[in-house]
């Protein structure tokens, strides 16, 4: 049997049970530096479990495991999921870089992953996520083209990635 994914629009509310959304114009913009800059303050969490973990940023380079409009010659317009991965440590925030729309795949808080428990979004360009701790998500998933992402992760000891895999006669699939 195959469970097929579509993507839904990424708002706050959908996601609030996963994370984040991190965009301007989700609160309201504090004027600085003599009314030449917009600050939209804390827009997200950064989580740490301990006091010795410390938070990083990163530069995450994605290469494109589909492309939004079958905009390449093989026409990649749909993506089987194995995994999927969580990090009890700390929160982990994606920020694109490359003004690219992008794959968010989250899941419920759930021990034992099932299809079902599967939530598919398509970010903006213009919109980061900010995974809750301990949030089930897939890799990052870039379309169209390679895409960077700042990443804002939790360094410390102990092993942050857990994974899951899903039984292989499981099929999910992502299609666009």
């Known amino acids: 049997m195959t469970f097929i994914l579509k993507p839904q629009p990424l708002t706050t509310e959908a996601f609030a049970p996963f994370g984040d959304v991190v965009e301007a114009g989700a609160k309201t913009a504090i004027m600085i530096n ?50 999927m991965e969580r990090h009890p440590f700390g929160s982990q925030s994606f920020q694109p870089l490359s003004g690219e729309p992008y794959l968010v795949l989250v899941a419920d808080a759930v021990e034992h992953l099932k299809p ?18 301990n949030t089930w998500h897939h890799p990052v998933l870039g379309l169209n083209k390679v895409c960077d992402f700042l990443v804002v992760d939790r360094k410390g000891s102990g092993n942050n990635c857990e994974e899951f895999y899903f039984d292989q006669d499981q099929r999910i699939e992502i299609q666009l």
């Open 34 to 83: 003599g009314g030449n800059t917009e600050r939209y303050d804390s827009l997200a969490r950064v989580q740490v479990e301990n006091s010795d973990d410390y938070a990083v940023i990163n530069i995450f380079r994605a290469q494109p495991r589909m492309t939004q409009y079958g905009q390449r010659a093989t026409d990649k317009r749909t993506m089987q999921v194995e995994m």
């Open 116 to 133: 079902e428990n599967l939530h598919l979004f398509l970010a903006r360009a213009d919109q980061g996520i900010n995974y809750h701790k």
